[in-house]
């Protein structure tokens, strides 16, 4: 059974970074992209970034572009999201998504773990 799950995730001063980790196992990582996306209380899902199956990272936000930097370690079954320079704004619930290609609309994903809480206070 296809399985996610993240960490990392807590409660930081504004400034302060966070590594979240999403941990896979039941496939290959090596065969799907892992997108991570996050949503805020009373807010949609947005995406912030995707890591390919050949590694290539897309960015669907300047912020996270500019600030956080997603990586993949296959042997480990295990993909990264390094976040720095956290603002109150990044409050949110982090989750990691598996598919077979990047895509920044969350209901194509299918398989998705249950999610990590950043608080981020000012």
């Known amino acids: 059974q296809l399985q996610l799950v993240e960490s990392g995730g807590g409660s930081v001063q504004s400034g302060d970074s966070l590594r979240l980790s999403c941990t896979t196992s039941?496939?290959?990582?090596?065969?799907?992209?892992i997108g991570w996306f996050r949503q805020a209380p009373g807010k949609e899902r947005e995406p912030i970034s995707c890591?390919?199956?050949?590694?290539?990272?897309?960015y669907y936000k300047e912020s996270a572009y500019t600030r956080f930097t997603n990586s993949r370690v296959n042997v480990e079954n295990t993909a990264y999201l390094q976040m720095s320079s956290l603002k109150p704004e990044d409050t949110a619930l982090y989750y990691c998504?598996?598919?077979?290609?990047?895509?920044?609309?969350?209901?194509?994903?299918?398989?998705w773990g249950q999610g990590t809480q950043v608080t981020v206070a000012s």
């Open positions: 039941g496939f290959s990582l090596a065969d799907y992209a």
């Open positions: 890591i390919q199956k050949n590694d290539i990272v897309l």
């Open positions: 998504a598996a598919r077979p290609l990047c895509s920044p609309n969350p209901t194509q994903y299918t398989h």
